[in-house]
């Protein structure tokens, strides 16, 4: 298995108890460079993996295929973490290098456990409040996917963003509650507690 563990915006006290016990309970650990080793060397010893800054898909490519294949003998038999700046799930090169190890090494299975994202981290030092909605990119002025809190009617909340040209969602409901509830697309239920996250795709 290989996990995609999220170190939070920079500031070492932000890693969250859950990664930091990870880290010490992972066979090896990876990390894509300085920053990030340095946060992860209180607690475990880890190997710098090159990710270039780059926009050539050619030597992205060739780089995720690199590294899928110095993790893959890891992740096959035990568990290898790789340790990211921020959230693996957040304009990561996780979800690239996951693309990879499957294409080169199916079976693995990868998964993500979450951090202080850079962007509830910014609000905290900028000093603003985002609670009236935000829209999050890299560049593109439109994106594809929507994140909808507090959702009570998920079914009337789908039927409006379908015709905004959104096809596909998620619901989830009561997030590490233990009654932890996933729904997807035509399962959405008609009524859901006030702890409701809506995922839309267009």
């Not at 050539?56 to 893959?72: K, L, Q």
């Not at 693309?99 to 962007?119: D, F, L, M, N, Y």
Request: hydrophobic share 40%.
């Amino acid at each position: 298995m290989l996990i995609g563990i999220g170190l939070g915006p920079g500031e070492p006290e932000y890693l969250t108890l859950r990664a930091v016990r990870l880290l010490k309970e992972a066979d090896a650990v990876f990390v894509p460079g300085r920053i990030a080793f340095d946060l992860v060397a209180p607690y475990r010893e880890a190997e710098i993996l090159e990710f270039p800054m780059t926009d050539d898909e050619t030597v992205i490519a060739a780089c995720m295929e690199r590294n899928a294949d110095r993790i893959a003998p890891v992740a096959a038999t035990g568990t290898a973490v790789l340790g990211l700046i921020g959230d693996p799930n957040f304009f990561s090169t996780y979800s690239r290098l996951c693309e990879a190890i499957q294409v080169r090494h199916p079976g693995i299975v990868c998964r993500t456990e979450p951090a202080i994202s850079s962007i509830t981290a910014f609000a905290s030092v900028a000093g603003v409040s985002l609670s009236e909605g935000f829209m999050v990119t890299d560049g593109p002025d439109e994106v594809p996917c929507r994140i909808q809190l507090k959702v009570r009617r998920p079914r009337e909340a789908a039927a409006h963003l379908r015709e905004l040209g959104y096809r596909s969602f998620i619901l989830v409901e009561r997030m590490y509650m233990g009654d932890t509830r996933v729904y997807r697309d035509r399962e959405l239920p008609e009524q859901s507690d006030y702890m409701s996250i809506l995922y839309a795709r267009r």
